[in-house]
């Protein structure tokens, strides 16, 4: 358990709502977060065979804007933004001169010289001044919004039916990875179709001063659906059951992306941007190691930072590791050596001085059913 | 949040329910709250000798993983099976079919150090403030 102290934790303008729902609230990067509210498990299954709603205002926005912008975000991110159409988001990695992750984020673009970026709670800050360090004297303007924005998720099959009743703006126009500026509950909100749940779903953006009445209206409105409030536990099974990285845990300043399967968001051949140079040279001298997923094949719960064995030789340990409550068993991600990345090898998982044997999988664990055009 | 007048508790929050020599360990309501939901109990061998304040097992949790401790010391003569396949019966019934282990007691003043229901609703109160 933390012991910082509940006094220096940020709250998001929905904590106390969290409280009166009956969340339990822990601390989490700096944040006062609600983990659970009826159950990790519980909550999971809603958004696997309903919906849910997550608070995940902690998250970071930082907007660009001006004649610079375009050029700018460019320079900082692996992925090509060059094709993006207005309305669209893009999932792209931010990245040091020597290929390390500065952060792994998304990229809307409102205008060819105006774009928010969705980014981690706990590198907000530290992106916010990456990003202005290298923006130098460029013209454009870049705001940190985060404390004035809240964000929610909406995740599950039924999120499009249930946010329809709040909005006139006919939902299913928005398809997946793009966005739109809509009213919800006549609010001004930002209504992206995308998430961390491998579920169809969206991720709504709304100003902080009316986020507790539109996630109240979502609430009312989900009843019929038997929505729920979801808290950061199952958010974590859930984008576990997906094989999606995590930023601290797959992926961080040492990492190198290639290994971790993120080669598809990375464009080498675009135009200059930081790391380039570096994410070229790996790539041509190739993976050291590979992220693999792994699936235990009998009880336990593998943890972060548990050993992986080959024949009772260490050959890595557990950047991730969870119980999947879809599959009722111990899943995790761990670099290892090529050779033992491929699915079907047989592996072990160290818990608690015994080795339990283990496969190797391709992520995700299970199909994902986002909203594919 | 129930604790039961009848059984003795650990500050570690398990109880155990004393039947002549004979008695019941499991953990508390409190604790399988804190927990979370319970998918895996690792469970000792029948006839292994535990002692007190000593690990003899492990719950997880989804969220995470905690030692047992054994309130008091002996042999167990029984551990609940029924637990390999639903261990989430800790998390609906910490008093009743989620009970852990029986043990055979090996010394009964073990039982002396042990806090009572009032005593130990007092340390939960405290851990929630």
Request: aromatic share 8%.
């Amino acid at each position: 358990m933390s012991q910082e102290t509940s006094s220096s934790l940020k709250t998001t303008p929905l904590t106390n709502t969290h409280k009166e729902l009956g969340g339990k609230l822990v601390p989490f990067a700096g944040w006062k977060m609600p983990i659970q509210f009826k159950g990790v498990i519980q909550e999971h299954q809603c958004v696997r065979d309903g919906v849910g709603i997550f608070d995940v205002s902690h998250m970071g926005e930082i907007e660009i804007q001006g004649p610079s912008a375009k050029r700018l975000i460019q320079k900082l991110m692996t992925n090509d933004i060059d094709s993006m159409q207005d309305n669209q988001a893009l999932y792209t990695l931010m990245c040091l001169e020597h290929g390390g992750v500065v952060d792994d984020l998304l990229v809307h673009r409102f205008s060819e010289d105006h774009y928010f970026l969705c980014v981690n709670a706990a590198n907000t800050e530290k992106d916010f001044q990456w990003i202005l360090k290298n923006a130098g004297s460029c013209d454009a303007t870049i705001r940190n919004t985060s404390h004035e924005t809240a964000q929610l998720a909406i995740q599950g099959k039924h999120s499009e039916a249930l946010l329809q009743k709040l909005c006139e703006a006919p939902l299913s126009e928005i398809r997946y990875y793009h966005f739109k500026k809509e009213k919800i509950h006549n609010f001004a909100s930002i209504i992206a179709r995308t998430g961390y749940t491998g579920e169809d779903g969206f991720e709504i953006y709304v100003d902080a001063v009316h986020a507790e009445t539109v996630f109240r209206a979502i609430l009312d409105a989900g009843k019929e659906f038997n929505l729920q409030p979801i808290g950061l536990g199952a958010r974590d099974t859930l984008r576990m059951e997906m094989g999606y990285a995590l930023y601290g845990n797959e992926i961080n300043e040492e990492s190198r992306p290639l290994e971790a399967g993120l080669g598809w968001v990375i464009k080498l051949g675009k135009q200059e941007f930081i790391g380039q140079v570096e994410l070229k040279k790996q790539k041509d001298a190739g993976n050291r190691r590979k992220l693999a997923g792994i699936r235990l094949l009998e009880r336990g719960v593998p943890r972060p930072h548990y050993r992986v064995l080959k024949n009772g030789a260490p050959v890595g340990e557990l950047t991730s590791g969870t119980f999947s409550p879809s599959l009722n068993t111990g899943i995790g991600l761990c670099y290892v050596s090529p050779e033992y990345a491929k699915p079907g090898t047989e592996l072990e998982v160290e818990i608690r001085k015994l080795s339990v044997p283990a496969e190797v999988v391709k992520p995700p664990f299970l199909p994902t059913r986002v909203k594919k055009d | 949040m129930e604790v039961p007048q009848d059984l003795k508790y650990t500050q570690e929050h398990e109880w155990i329910r004393v039947d002549g020599k004979k008695a019941v360990i499991g953990i508390s309501e409190f604790a399988q709250e804190q927990l979370g939901d319970i998918v895996f109990v690792e469970l000792p061998e029948v006839g292994s000798q535990i002692e007190q304040g000593s690990p003899f097992g492990v719950v997880e949790s989804v969220k995470t993983v905690s030692d047992l401790y054994a309130p008091a010391g002996g042999k167990v003569t029984a551990v609940n099976k029924d637990l390999e396949t639903n261990p989430e019966k800790v998390n609906s019934e910490p008093y009743g079919e989620g009970w852990i282990v029986e043990i055979e007691l090996s010394d009964e003043t073990n039982l002396e150090s042990l806090l009572d229901a009032d005593a130990y609703s007092e340390q939960c109160q405290k851990e929630t403030e």
